[in-house]
């Protein structure tokens, strides 16, 4: 079992910075690839970013490619989310999970609470 809990979300104005973490605890954080994923109001869940265990491979979903960067501290069971000149259009509940596997589409076996993220115009 992995537990993650998110934090850093919070109210931000369009083109500012935020940065989200995901604490893990449980079984080895470095044994899973870990993303995070977003959902809006009345929107499906889609994928944000992923990075895999060790951190040397990480992608990004087309809506937040340059803006947005992953990465992971496994010494402090902790990954990130780096956001950059948000948009309004970036307000959703952000996730992050964990999986075995690398990749968007892949299935993640646990998952965080999630944390509020919105952007003001």
């Known amino acids: 079992q992995v537990q993650l809990v998110e934090s850093g979300g919070g109210l931000v104005q369009a083109g500012g910075s935020l940065r989200l973490s995901c604490a893990a605890s449980g079984r080895t954080f470095s044994s899973y690839a870990m993303g995070w994923f977003r959902q809006a109001p009345g929107k499906e869940r889609e994928f944000v970013a992923v990075?895999?265990?060790?951190?040397?491979?990480?992608y990004y979903a087309d809506s937040v490619k340059g803006r947005f960067t992953i990465s992971r501290d496994n010494a402090k069971n902790t990954g990130y989310l780096q956001m950059n000149s948000v948009k309004p259009e970036d307000t959703a509940v952000y996730y992050c999970?964990?999986?075995?596997?690398?990749?968007?589409?892949?299935?993640?076996?646990?998952w965080g609470q999630g944390t509020q993220v919105t952007v003001s115009s």
């Open positions: 990075i895999s265990w060790s951190g040397g491979r990480s």
């Open positions: 999970a964990a999986s075995v596997h690398y990749g968007s589409a892949v299935r993640y076996d646990y």
